[in-house]
């Protein structure tokens, strides 16, 4: 399955948990403040993923960065997976 898609089907997982109501669309330039999650849920979000990839890329950091848009986040994900390879 793309990275996309699994973080896609992780977050709506998670804000069907947290009872979040996310925006109706969420495309790479969505601020992720704006889209529905709040920071318990992003952590949430975090763990499902490494439960689901193996990885958790905030971890891993040396200077933590927050992600601003979706396509911040993907971006990430893609970068540690592709360190992990």
């Given amino acids: ?3 996309e898609q699994q973080i896609r089907e ?3 997982k998670v804000a069907l948990i947290a009872d979040c109501t996310m ?3 969420i495309n790479n330039n969505t601020v992720l403040l704006q889209s529905g999650l709040d ?3 992003f952590a949430m979000l975090v763990a499902q993923l490494e439960e689901d990839l193996g990885i958790d890329p905030f971890s891993q950091m040396q ?3 927050y992600p601003r848009t979706f396509g911040d986040f993907i ?3 893609r ?3 592709a360190q992990e390879s």
Avoid: C, H, P
């Fill in 10 to 12: 992780a977050l709506t």
């Fill in 1 to 3: 399955m793309e990275l």
């Fill in 75 to 77: 971006s990430i994900y």
């Fill in 23 to 25: 925006v109706e669309t």
């Fill in 39 to 41: 920071s318990l849920g």
């Fill in 79 to 81: 970068q540690a997976l």
């Fill in 63 to 65: 200077i933590a960065v």
